[in-house]
């Protein structure tokens, strides 16, 4: 799967609500865990938007963006449930 903004999107939404919905058993509040959870995943399975450099400014963003799309879906699946 190439990672494009879009994919990213998507599948940040796809797995926030997913994780959103199983039960939480650890010591952290979900609206912590879940944004740095999805995170890393999708690191781990599409990695980051370039692909010339190991670690750059664009990495750090991304890991921004993610977490920060993340924690407003689960604030926005909270208020709606």
Same mark, same amino acid.
């Given at each position: 799967?190439?990672? =494009?903004?879009?994919? %990213? ?6 797995? =926030? ?8 058993? %650890? ?23 370039? =692909?010339?450099?190991?670690? %750059? ?12 799309? %993340? ?11």
């Amino acid at each position: 799967m190439k990672n =494009t903004i879009a994919n %990213s999107v998507m599948l940040t939404i796809i797995t =926030t609500v997913v994780l959103r919905l199983l039960e939480n058993n %650890s010591q952290i509040a979900h609206q912590y865990a879940i944004p740095l959870v999805v995170s890393a995943v999708l690191w781990y399975i599409i990695g980051n938007w370039d =692909t010339e450099n190991m670690y %750059s400014l664009t990495n750090l963003f991304y890991l921004i963006i993610i977490m920060i799309f %993340s924690w407003i879906i689960v604030l926005f699946v909270d208020y709606f449930r």
